[in-house]
């Protein structure tokens, strides 16, 4: 129960096996530090285990997955499953010219020379007339930044709340993640 230990004993009479005491016990247990860890550490499959194993986690894979597929197009189980070399989202239709405008929107800064900051398109090949877009990556796209990071975050945070759903996180547990691993460790 929240990660403390709980000891139930019974005891019996051997000739005729009625209980003659009971007794029950929660423990704390020492604080626990769970470390989440960062990208690097991706590899096709991960996770699925747990996914068809646990309610709770595959709860939390579906839901992004959802996410993911309505708004940009993929899904997220499809490349940790199978961590296909190229995909391709198709921007026909209404759905698809919204989630064209949404790779469209997506912006990063950086500071220039004179020290403003200047906004840059991260798809800067996707503009109103692109009727689809296809990433690559040689060794499968899971190696690639921009599904490893959403991958890797997902299952860490699938694996959390399926412990966590098992009342196996204490309360005053400790959190860290190594690069990555720290958007894990605020989510969970």
């Known amino acids: 129960i929240n990660g403390r ?20 016990a929660e423990i704390e ?5 769970f470390v989440f860890t ?14 068809n194993s646990s309610d709770v986690a595959k709860s939390v894979w ?8 309505e ?7 499809d490349i940790v499953k199978n961590n296909p070399n190229e995909l391709t989202v198709h921007f026909g239709g209404p759905k698809g010219r919204a989630i064209r405008e949404n790779y469209i929107s997506m912006m990063f800064e950086t500071i220039a020379a004179d ?7 991260i798809f800067k090949d996707i ?4 009727s689809e877009f296809t990433f690559k990556s040689p060794s499968g796209l899971l190696s690639a930044t921009q599904f490893t990071q959403p991958a890797l975050t997902l ?26 691993g720290e958007y894990s460790a605020l989510s969970s």
């Open 115 to 121: 020290g403003s900051l200047k906004s840059e398109k």
């Open 127 to 130: 503009d109103e007339n692109t």
């Open 5 to 24: 230990k709980i000891i139930k004993i019974e005891s019996r009479k051997v000739e005729t096996d009625d209980v003659v005491l009971t007794g029950e």
């Open 155 to 180: 299952m860490e945070k699938a694996a959390f709340e399926d412990m966590k759903s098992k009342g196996l996180v204490p309360a005053e547990s400790m959190f860290a993640g190594h690069s990555l």
């Open 38 to 51: 960062g990208q690097g550490s991706q590899e096709q499959g991960m996770g699925m285990d747990l996914y």
């Open 71 to 77: 708004t940009y197009g993929f899904s997220i189980l």
């Open 62 to 69: 579906d839901k992004a997955d959802k996410h993911l597929i």
């Open 29 to 33: 247990q020492p604080v626990s530090t």
